[in-house]
């Protein structure tokens, strides 16, 4: 599985967008970006995934650059709810089982 | 709810004991993946079912054996249970599992959380 880097934690305000970034330098073309969340000691929670397009669902937007070393996911109106863990996975659809390999992902505070 | 479905929601046992957790996974998922996660541990992936046979391994030790049946639902046993195996224990399930598929997206369930004492 290719590797991705996250900040360890950021803060956003309440109401403001929160911009969480992953770089996936050795990330290859058959590979998805994957988002998911863990709000405190409950079960992981998908948010959105991409190959090459930028996504956007009801939860979040997915903006990946052109080259797909790196991505975005933004949460437009950051809510306390939304204080969690995010995790960035890249992962091989053709080789791969369909495991999740969960790096430390991102903590993000959203405070009032 | 996600529809994945995980039994005990909690559970206290003794070192030495032996436990088993369940998993249902969503309606017409075929894999089954199990995950722990220990209190200064990320998420590790320990073991995945597709329609019932074994298709990936992780960082799952020995002592740990799972199963997937034919009626889809699996199950984790955690044997000579040691301290250090206190943990929440997450299962999941997608629809696909096997080589050359799509996206895959995994539904998460609410986790088992066990504590060896």
């Known amino acids: 599985d290719a590797k991705t880097t996250q900040p360890p934690s950021m803060d956003c305000a309440e109401g403001r967008a929160a911009n969480l970034p992953c770089n996936h330098s050795t990330i290859s073309g058959n590979e998805y970006v994957y988002w998911y969340r863990q709000i405190h000691s409950q079960g992981p929670q998908y948010i959105i995934h991409?190959?090459?397009n930028n996504e956007t669902n009801e939860m979040a937007s997915l903006i990946i650059t052109e080259d797909r070393k790196s991505s975005t996911l933004i949460l437009p109106h950051a809510t306390l709810r939304d204080t969690a863990v995010y995790y960035c996975?890249?992962?091989?659809?053709?080789?791969?089982?369909?495991?999740?390999?969960f790096g430390q992902g991102t903590t993000l505070q959203v405070k009032p | 709810d996600s529809g994945v479905t995980q039994t005990p929601k909690h559970l206290i046992t003794a070192t030495g004991q032996r436990v088993t957790l369940r998993c249902s996974p969503r309606?017409?998922?075929?894999?089954v993946y199990w995950y722990q996660q220990s209190l200064d541990q990320g998420l590790q992936f320990l073991i995945q079912y597709y329609n019932g046979e074994e298709r990936a391994k992780g960082n799952i030790l020995e002592r740990f054996s799972a199963q997937q049946f034919p009626d889809l639902h699996s199950e984790l046993n955690l044997s000579s249970l040691e301290l250090g195996d206190s943990a929440l224990y997450f299962c999941?399930?997608?629809?696909?599992?096997?080589?050359?598929?799509?996206?895959?997206?995994?539904?998460f369930g609410a986790g088992s959380r066990l504590t060896v004492l």
């Open positions: 996975i890249v992962r091989v659809e053709l080789t791969n089982t369909g495991k999740l390999i």
């Open positions: 309606s017409g998922d075929l894999s």
């Open positions: 999941a399930s997608s629809v696909r599992g096997a080589r050359n598929s799509g996206a895959n997206v995994l539904t």
């Open positions: 991409g190959l090459k």
